[in-house]
């Protein structure tokens, strides 16, 4: 699955496609009803199926001092994609000139012209173009004179409601691991270069890989049980602290999970943490033995919890 720049020439061997656009951050239910979509027209037209995603997110390029609130990076975003079959990432840079982009020049120049786009498949609520002014509709009355044949795909909703970003988000902010997992369809992962830190956890018999949360929405501060993907393709049980560590100085944002039953280096390797269950939210003790004694209880029934999914 190639990832391709906007402003890198298109393959010839990708023109034509039917392109699934939106956000998609998270790739939750509802993106995947729009990709899959987009997916299925593509195979039975012949034609390559691309997933053409914004980088910034247009919220963070207009508001750039809003809080995280990412739930995937573009490589999670990329190999996501892959995984429902899609051949092609196409990732549109969002700045000050497509933010003004017209609605027409955003279909002409762009989706066909540049792009060579036969179809194209969003979202109902999908927007476009200078002051959101593109729709659905939008798009498909400025695409019919091109031949491009745009699409929309309904909500996907369950007993709660609508399936959206927000409410993963919101399910994370209560360390609802369960709801963020079912509504994603895969548990929720952090992914990071894991760092050097003050290597506390290694004196106390607990070392840590950490993990710096970027532009990753916050979950719950507090002990996670947590599944580690290793660079390798490893899958290793752990624990993990998500938050400021506040029995140690200075406060320091970090996710740190100690991984069961493995030795070696991580340094600068990347890895994703996947937040399985909420154990606890975090504490501060008066000892060090007061803490080595709740980390021995935190690791005990991480393992319990992970060991009842295999």
């Given at each position: 699955?190639?990832?391709?720049?906007?402003?890198?020439?298109?393959?010839?061997?990708?023109?034509?496609?039917?392109?699934?656009?939106?956000?998609?951050?998270?790739?939750?239910?509802?993106?995947?009803?729009?990709?899959?979509?987009?997916?299925?027209?593509?195979?039975?037209?012949?034609?390559?199926?691309?997933?053409?995603?914004?980088?910034?997110?247009?919220?963070?390029?207009f508001?750039?001092?809003t809080?995280p609130?990412?739930?995937?990076?573009?490589?999670?975003?990329?190999?996501?994609?892959?995984?429902?079959?899609?051949?092609?990432?196409?990732?549109?840079?969002?700045?000050?000139?497509?933010?003004?982009?017209?609605?027409?020049?955003?279909?002409?120049?762009?989706?066909?012209?540049?792009?060579?786009?036969?179809?194209?498949?969003?979202?109902?609520?999908?927007?476009?173009?200078r002051?959101?002014?593109?729709?659905?509709?939008?798009?498909?009355?400025?695409?019919?004179?091109?031949?491009?044949?745009?699409?929309t795909?309904?909500?996907?909703?369950?007993?709660?409601?609508?399936?959206?970003?927000?409410?993963?988000?919101?399910?994370?902010r209560?360390?609802?691991?369960?709801?963020?997992?079912?509504?994603?369809?895969?548990?929720?992962?952090?992914?990071?270069?894991?760092?050097?830190?003050?290597?506390?956890?290694r004196?106390?018999?607990?070392?840590?890989?950490?993990?710096?949360?970027g532009?990753?929405?916050?979950?719950?501060?507090?002990?996670?049980?947590?599944?580690?993907?290793l660079?390798?393709?490893?899958?290793?049980?752990?624990a993990?602290?998500?938050?400021?560590?506040?029995?140690?100085?200075?406060?320091?944002?970090?996710?740190?999970?100690?991984?069961?039953?493995?030795?070696?280096?991580?340094?600068?390797?990347?890895?994703?943490?996947?937040?399985i269950?909420?154990?606890?939210?975090?504490?501060?003790?008066?000892?060090?033995?007061?803490?080595v004694?709740?980390?021995?209880?935190?690791?005990?029934?991480?393992?319990?919890?992970?060991?009842?999914?295999?």
């Amino acid at each position: 699955m190639r990832l391709i720049a906007s402003d890198m020439p298109l393959p010839p061997a990708l023109r034509g496609a039917v392109i699934a656009l939106g956000n998609f951050d998270g790739f939750h239910r509802g993106h995947q009803a729009v990709v899959g979509r987009a997916v299925a027209r593509a195979r039975a037209e012949g034609r390559p199926a691309i997933v053409a995603t914004f980088d910034p997110h247009p919220a963070r390029f207009f508001r750039p001092e809003t809080p995280p609130f990412a739930l995937t990076t573009m490589n999670q975003r990329a190999a996501l994609f892959a995984e429902a079959g899609v051949d092609a990432t196409l990732v549109l840079r969002f700045d000050a000139a497509l933010a003004v982009l017209s609605p027409q020049a955003f279909v002409e120049d762009l989706l066909v012209g540049r792009f060579g786009a036969a179809g194209v498949v969003t979202g109902e609520d999908f927007t476009f173009g200078r002051d959101r002014a593109g729709s659905p509709a939008v798009l498909a009355a400025l695409g019919a004179p091109h031949g491009l044949v745009a699409e929309t795909v309904a909500p996907v909703a369950d007993a709660d409601g609508t399936i959206s970003s927000t409410r993963i988000r919101a399910a994370l902010r209560a360390g609802d691991c369960a709801t963020a997992a079912r509504l994603l369809t895969r548990p929720f992962a952090i992914e990071g270069s894991v760092v050097h830190g003050a290597a506390l956890g290694r004196t106390i018999g607990y070392p840590t890989a950490n993990v710096t949360l970027g532009d990753y929405a916050r979950p719950r501060y507090g002990i996670y049980a947590v599944r580690v993907r290793l660079d390798d393709g490893r899958m290793v049980d752990g624990a993990a602290n998500l938050g400021i560590r506040p029995s140690f100085d200075p406060p320091l944002e970090l996710l740190e999970p100690y991984l069961f039953d493995f030795s070696g280096d991580l340094y600068g390797r990347t890895i994703a943490v996947a937040l399985i269950a909420f154990l606890r939210p975090e504490a501060k003790f008066d000892t060090l033995d007061a803490l080595v004694a709740q980390m021995a209880r935190d690791c005990d029934e991480a393992r319990e919890i992970l060991g009842r999914l295999d």
